[in-house]
């Protein structure tokens, strides 16, 4: 972090470190907004700021926005509405960060409608966050803080993590793909890497902390371009993997157009690197694919997927899948089931099409609401009928879980997730902690979970 940036961070510390006054992030979207928020985190308790759950409560509250679905701005506009009122009572600094403020004609339109926000601000300017505070409480500044260039990559930005045992460290930022459908590469920039170096020392030292797994973070991480002494993701993923003290290694989100060989080799050859891929399909057509401008056909997708399947061993996959394209027809949507039937996905995140103005699917002929739901409920039937199936398979088996805390529904149960991320509870013995990584042999399936009984 750039001295001048920090000195803000000081300045807001003098200012109100005796004032017990408290912050509140409300993240919405995906893991990447998960990370920037905690870094925004570890700037606001740098400047004397103590988090609170509750933003009703707190004196300072961020909304870090997502855009990438429509629904999100009603949300959030009810969200502004809330602490309006709040306002009116008492002084609370609201401030409205993340991908939505990108979209164009967002800001005007919040500095209109919601004139009493204190600060906007973009995804090129979270580092900014101590200055527009300190404008904001010091000098009664009403903060605009949006570009629309690609932000430099920023270091070093102090950071309060979420969770005490597995992290996630963003290795890339932006798209360059412009899928049609897809509003990312528009308020997210152009792709830019991290150092490679850099990556490594932030997750030697998530290691020298106590952490266990890290989660690699990119819209397209198997594009991601390094130096001349790590070259890229294959070779990323490798130096990863030498670090002592991180047990589990995944990451999100491959392309599959960007799959090579020597990523598939380095996920085979590491037993670190958890048997789950994130495969985004979007769609099992070849022509709604390219539409979508998604880079490959359904064959293409499905020879990448048995190509992994015969490489690495008990290797299963996740999935994006949206129904709804515009201009997709029933039998179009049948090759979508296929590939979900051929593949099946261990986890299948579901998405109903969304207009987003400006990109060129918004343009396109839409398919009707009625048929969009009628094909969501499909995928779901499908997806349903299989988890019965699917569980079957860890019958007996022994697997490796994080112990991640104690069962929801049952104190004397331990919970933690599988390298493939299923949820297993099971009794712990004296010695298990949260945290650890134990071995545990699968004795029940139910649906959304199995149970297990401690083997080491
Ligand atoms: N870069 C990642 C994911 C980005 S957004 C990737 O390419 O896989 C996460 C998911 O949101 C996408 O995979 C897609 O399935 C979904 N999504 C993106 N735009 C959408 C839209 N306009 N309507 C519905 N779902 C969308
Ligand atoms: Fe969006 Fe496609 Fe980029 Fe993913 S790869 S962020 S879906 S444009
Ligand atoms: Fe949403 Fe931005 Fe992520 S639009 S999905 S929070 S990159």
Known sequence: ?????????????????????????????????????????????????????????????????CCVRENAEERLFGKIGEIKKIKESRNVILAIGGCMMQEDGMLQKIKKSYPFVNVIFGTHTMQNLPENIYKAIIENEKVKDVIDIDGEIYEGLPIKRNDKFKASVTIMYGCNNFCTYCIVPYVRGRERSREPEKILEEVKALAKDGYKEVTLLGQNVNS??????????????????????????????????????????????????????????????????????????????????????????????????????????????EDTLDVARKVNFEQIFMFIYSVREGTVAAKMEQVSEDKKHERFEKLKDLY?????????????????????????????????????????????????????????????????????????
């Open 1 to 65: 972090m750039q001295e001048n940036k920090k000195n803000f961070i000081k300045l807001v510390n003098e200012k109100i470190s005796n004032k017990n006054l408290k912050y509140s992030i409300l993240t919405m979207g995906c893991q990447l907004n998960e990370n920037d928020s905690e870094k925004m985190a570890g700037m606001l308790e740098k400047m004397g700021y103590s988090e609170i759950s509750d933003y009703k409560n707190a004196d300072l509250v961020i909304f870090n926005t």
């Open 384 to 456: 349903d009928s299989r988890v019965d199936e699917n569980n079957e398979k860890y019958l007996n088996t022994v697997q490796k879980l994080l112990i991640e805390g104690k069962s929801k529904n049952n104190n004397e149960m331990f919970e933690g997730r599988t390298d493939t991320n299923k949820v297993v509870i099971f009794r712990p013995n004296s010695e298990n902690k949260i945290g650890d990584i134990v071995c545990v042999k699968i004795t029940e399936t139910h649906k959304w979970y199995l149970k297990g009984e401690i083997v080491k």
């Open 224 to 333: 991601y371009i390094g130096n001349n002494k790590i070259k890229n993701f294959a070779e990323l993923l490798n130096e990863v993997c030498k670090i002592d003290g991180i047990e589990r290694i995944r990451f999100i989100s491959p392309h599959p157009k960007d799959f090579t060989d020597d990523v598939i080799e380095a996920i085979a050859n590491n037993e670190k690197i958890c048997k789950i891929i994130h495969l985004p399909l979007q769609s099992g057509n070849s022509k709604v694919l390219k539409e979508m401008n998604r880079k490959y056909t359904k064959e293409q997708y499905l020879e990448l997927v048995d190509k992994m399947k015969k490489r690495i061993t008990n290797v299963v996959f996740s999935t994006d899948i949206i129904v709804g394209f515009p201009g997709e027809t029933d039998e179009e949507f």
